[in-house]
């Protein structure tokens, strides 16, 4: 009887253990809570209305059909029994001989889970759809509004957190507010929109060399973006936040503020780390042995953005698409090893770079021996971001749609849904 390997979560990580034990003698179940593959790193595109859905989102049965050692079932883990190797979901038991787990992470708030409702964060189709809905949404509010203070509210942007997304959205936001949308009203001038970007710590972008960073805040200022670092979010209300750094609090009143601050693990991982005896760092990630294994069980793997795992620096590692792509990987060739009785080396995580896009040819990369800004690390985000689209087809349509974007400076994708005031819930799954 073929070994049976359980992968729950069809994001980056999933994926690419699926992919690489394709010619093993193995019977593989993937499960997931959604019937496609996210690419989540453009979500932004989707949130600014760069991009449709369809173009960053695969259906999985469609990226593995080729596949004939796969099943793949649209379920949803509840939990794990690890005594009797069985996934329970909603709809069926799923046994196991190999278990690997990359159900991803959600943003933190902190401990204010009611600031979810004011302020969205950026994980799924559906966060997207809502916050781009709450961004178009407000400037057709502020054409309708003839009081300057709630108009200006209404045009007022915060965007919490100076990483990767919080610098891509703000930019974005930037883009569609001084070009996009340039001669699209009669009662409001968008380019006078105040976008805000509000960073605990003392610099954005602090993954990347210090140089770089001070080059992406510049791109963001002529984007009308004001970097405010050293400044704390301390509420968020329906009319607006406030926020305290070493000049003291202030309240901005503020109709769309948007969270990119912080990830924790999914409630799940709770269970899990009680069923297979791994610890928990404080943002709720599990710690597992250095061959990304349960250290109750070398037959469950955990993966993604689940897990806290440091590089050979000491550094823990993000929780970005290469990462778990590498850890994917890594976890096909563990069970292959495993099943033979070869020993594993512990994983380790080649970094190839990081990447950020601040706006219309503005990016900063960081490619270790090889540092970019402006146009050129713009074309080199680009590519790599296309290459790494899962289907062909998507990769020709997101072209397609850059290219477009690009020369007319249009942005095709303006529907408001009926999302508004919608919050986001733990979903998983997709990493």
């Not at 600031?115 to 502020?142: C, G, V, Y």
């Amino acid at each position: 009887m073929q070994p049976r390997v359980v992968i729950v979560g069809g994001g980056f990580a999933g994926l690419q253990a699926a992919r690489s034990l394709k010619n093993k003698n193995v019977q593989i179940t993937l499960i997931d809570k959604h019937n496609y593959h996210l690419f989540q790193p453009l979500l932004y595109q989707v949130a600014t209305g760069g991009l449709s859905p369809g173009d960053i989102a695969s259906p999985i049965r469609a990226v593995l059909s080729r596949q004939k050692n796969i099943t793949i079932y649209q379920d949803e883990m509840v939990s794990v029994d690890g005594e009797n190797r069985e996934v329970i979901g909603h709809q069926r038991h799923y046994p196991y001989d190999y278990l690997i787990i990359a159900i991803g992470a959600k943003y933190a708030y902190f401990g204010h889970d009611g600031w979810r409702n004011h302020a969205p964060s950026l994980k799924t189709l559906q966060d997207a759809l809502d916050m781009r809905s709450r961004i178009l949404d407000a400037f057709e509010r502020a054409e309708l509004e003839t009081d300057a203070a709630a108009r200006k509210a209404l045009m007022t942007f915060a965007i919490i957190g100076g990483g990767p997304t919080g610098v891509e959205l703000a930019g974005a936001i930037g883009e569609l507010a001084h070009a996009t949308l340039k001669n699209n009203f009669r009662n409001i001038n968008p380019a006078q929109v105040e976008i805000l970007l509000l960073e605990a710590g003392p610099s954005i972008l602090s993954g990347f060399p210090r140089k770089l960073s001070d080059k992406g805040k510049a791109s963001l200022s002529r984007l009308g973006v004001t970097v405010r670092t050293h400044t704390r979010v301390t509420n968020i209300t329906a009319e607006g936040i406030s926020i305290q750094n070493d000049q003291g609090t202030q309240w901005v009143p503020c109709q769309t503020a948007l969270w990119a601050a912080g990830v924790q693990g999914l409630k799940i991982s709770e269970h899990l780390a009680s069923a297979f005896g791994c610890e928990r760092d404080r943002s709720g990630r599990l710690f597992t042995t250095p061959q990304l294994t349960a250290p109750g069980d070398d037959r469950v793997l955990f993966l993604g953005d689940m897990i806290h795992v440091k590089d050979a620096k000491g550094k823990v590692l993000p929780g970005i698409a290469p990462v778990a792509m590498q850890q994917g990987r890594y976890a096909g060739q563990y069970i292959t090893n495993h099943m033979t009785q070869r020993d594993n080396e512990p994983f380790r995580y080649w970094n190839k770079g990081i990447l950020a896009v601040i706006g219309r040819n503005a990016a900063v990369a960081d490619l270790g021996t090889v540092r970019a800004s402006g146009f050129m690390a713009w074309v080199i985000w680009a590519i790599i971001h296309i290459a790494y689209l899962i289907e062909f087809d998507n990769k020709i349509l997101v072209m397609t749609q850059w290219a477009w974007n690009y020369f007319t400076r249009k942005r095709g994708a303006r529907i408001i849904s009926e999302s508004v005031g919608s919050t986001s819930t733990d979903i998983g799954q997709t990493t």
